[in-house]
């Protein structure tokens, strides 16, 4: 309305039009500040909400972690990570639960965590316990140290446990022999914790460095954990029952995987628990299953070898009905005693057919009995529907064993390639293909594998172990070289990776000329050190440059683990190399080895050290201990000419 025809209106009604023009102000005004509000706000309040969600997925994570209940635990912790991965609590999810099912990545997460706040107490526990499992003890060690000097609370049985841990795994045997007795004499501390200590305060008790008191305490813990009716009472009696057997007259059925130390050579009497006790405690304990059942008749077997038909004969009446599981332990059982048709005739194909591990024990059998006609029969013929990688790999098998070569590589490859990119196929297949021999098809799945999940260590361990079992020292250098990438801070990689290289630098430096000669000039036959051919220079590092870096990097490791071999191996190495043969052999005072450390590699490197010091007779006595053939070209080189 214009100015001139409010001279028309009444005052009444021109008071009425101003009001409601006013109101139009007001309504287009905010909605104008509702455009902007909303501009500007929609995405914090977004990311409000993702925050919130996430937190919630998290706390369900958390809830399945303590459940064990891994793959609901994976699924929300994936959920809480994907909705905000920048939100603490979503991170902590997957820390954790990468920490609970001991996957190094979980460092990654706790470092990112770490720099958004302060972790709990619980993280630094995962965070020691996963870099002790990836043997990053530089990480471990500063975890630790903030678990044990924090002051929002002392120190608990956990803590002292991880204390334990980790001295142990630095070679300082009565640091963690005292920290493992801290758990034991608090009684504050939970049933699996003392288990933990117990069982470590075993595994250090070697013959070189055992302790009367702390051993028979532990057994003596074990004993009275073994007494209860819990889960731990009953993994206490399965270790008692283990180590029974293991004692002279014992079985040969127990698993080489048992975590029972080896037993001390004389008898102690307070490691000694009577079998007819163990035979009833795992007889009458609530939670025992079938495998439990199986290992007290193993433990009555010793006692009369006659009883061994008419046990095994009970054993076979009692579970040959019971369910898939039971029928799984009384297979694995019945094959660990070697009784592969009893297997068969107790649990017949139609029954086999029902299950898929029941299937494979069933094919295992056949295969021990050399049946692989009629295992190639029942792969063909489908009855079971396997995996197309477990079924190529097990026809591949068959073939071999029949002498069908050409068909034997069609199917490795077959198998290979229906396992694409499945981390999870591929390492069922390499280690398959590495038992029977298939090394190509082994090695293709385990580099397969390293491409997709780079992290997954075991891939990385598989391909280091055909590396080693082929001799080649440049192909064992180029895995360590991967590993180093993936785990910079694990000490075992380090150390392995600087000697590799020290001995690939050598044997650049001169071909088909020993490393070491005779000095026919120098008196009492000794080694002359002048002889010794030093390194060219790789990828512009001067061979100066490079011993250097590679001696202050085994000084840093004999420092963090003064008992380690292999460590002060690589550090007497280097020296050598640079013509100090004295400070070389002292590398070696001070230090009790036990027996099963001696590897040929250590007695070669110690041997040419002695040598090079005069030390000949002494040198050739030890090169002659050292089998040969498990040696590397160029530590061979080093007591070719002491042998």
């Not at 493992?180 to 070189?208: C, G, H, M, N």
């Not at 006692?303 to 029928?327: C, G, H, M, V, Y």
């Not at 477990?390 to 070569?405: P, T």
Request: with cysteine; hydrophobic share 40%; glycine share 4%.
């Amino acid at each position: 309305m214009v100015r001139s025809d409010d001279i028309l209106l009444t005052a009444e009604e021109l008071r009425l039009w101003r009001h409601k023009r006013s109101i139009w102000r007001v309504v287009v005004l905010l909605f104008v500040l509702a455009i902007v509000a909303m501009f500007f706000g929609a995405r914090p309040a977004s990311n409000a909400i993702k925050a919130w969600q996430a937190r919630r997925h998290a706390q369900r994570a958390f809830a399945y972690i303590n459940d064990e209940q891994w793959n609901d635990a994976q699924r929300e912790a994936i959920a809480a990570y994907q909705l905000r991965p920048s939100e603490p609590q979503a991170l902590r999810a997957v820390a954790r639960f990468l920490s609970r099912v001991r996957e190094p990545e979980a460092l990654d997460f706790w470092k990112q965590l770490q720099n958004q706040q302060s972790l709990t107490r619980e993280d630094r526990r995962d965070e020691v316990t996963i870099a002790l499992a990836g043997n990053d003890l530089s990480v471990a060690e500063l975890a630790l140290n903030d678990l044990l000097t924090r002051k929002d609370s002392p120190p608990s049985a956990a803590d002292w446990l991880l204390a334990a841990q980790v001295a142990e795994q630095k070679g300082e045997t009565n640091e963690a022999r005292k920290f493992a007795q801290k758990v034991l004499d608090d009684s504050r501390a939970d049933e699996p914790t003392q288990f933990q200590a117990a069982l470590l305060t075993l595994a250090i008790a070697t013959p070189e460095n055992a302790d009367t008191s702390s051993t028979g305490a532990a057994w003596a813990r074990l004993r009275k954990l073994a007494e209860g009716k819990t889960k731990t009472a009953l993994v206490a009696l399965v270790v008692l029952a283990q180590h029974a057997l293991s004692r002279p007259g014992g079985t040969s059925s127990v698993p080489s995987s048992s975590l029972v130390p080896y037993p001390s050579q004389k008898k102690d009497d307070t490691e000694f628990v009577p079998p007819n006790d163990l035979v009833r405690a795992l007889e009458n304990h609530p939670l025992a299953k079938t495998p439990h059942k199986l290992l007290a008749l193993d433990l009555q077997m010793p006692a009369d070898p006659t009883q061994r038909e008419a046990l095994i004969s009970r054993a076979i009446a009692d579970w040959k009905n019971a369910n898939t599981d039971s029928l799984v332990a009384l297979a694995t059982w019945l094959d660990e005693k070697g009784e592969y048709q009893r297997q068969l005739d107790a649990i017949p194909l139609s029954r086999a057919l029902q299950a898929h591990d029941l299937f494979l024990q069933h094919l295992d059998a056949l295969g021990a009995l050399d049946r692989w006609s009629e295992i190639k029969q029942l792969l063909e013929s489908e009855h079971f529907p396997l995996d197309q990688v477990v079924q190529r790999m097990y026809v591949a098998r068959c073939n071999a064993r029949l002498g069908e070569k050409t068909a034997s590589e069609n199917n490795w490859k077959r198998a290979l390639e229906a396992a694409g990119g499945d981390s999870g196929k591929l390492m069922t297949l390499a280690e398959y293909a590495e038992r029977n021999g298939a090394n190509e098809i082994a090695e293709g799945a385990y580099a397969t594998a390293t491409n997709e999940s780079p992290k997954l260590r075991a891939a990385w361990q598989g391909r280091l172990r055909l590396a080693q079992a082929s001799g080649g020292t440049k192909k064992i250098h180029a895995v360590l070289t991967g590993m180093l990438a993936n785990w910079p801070n694990d000490s075992a990689i380090q150390n392995d990776e600087a000697y590799t290289r020290l001995l690939l630098s050598f044997s650049n430096s001169r071909n088909d000329e020993a490393l070491v000669t005779n000095d026919e000039n120098s008196s009492g036959g000794a080694l002359s050190l002048t002889s010794i051919h030093r390194p060219e220079a790789t990828q512009g590092v001067t061979p100066n440059k490079e011993l250097n870096d590679i001696e202050r990097l085994a000084q840093k490791l004999v420092e963090r683990n003064p008992r380690s071999l292999p460590h002060r191996t690589l550090l007497a190495l280097a020296r050598l190399w640079q013509n100090r043969a004295a400070e070389a052999l002292d590398v070696y005072a001070n230090i009790r080895v036990a027996p099963n450390a001696l590897t040929p590699s250590a007695l070669a490197v110690h041997a040419a050290v002695l040598a090079a010091n005069g030390r000949t007779e002494d040198a050739k006595t030890e090169a002659a201990q050292v089998k040969v053939d498990n040696l590397l070209p160029e530590e061979k080189a080093l007591i070719q000419n002491l042998l």
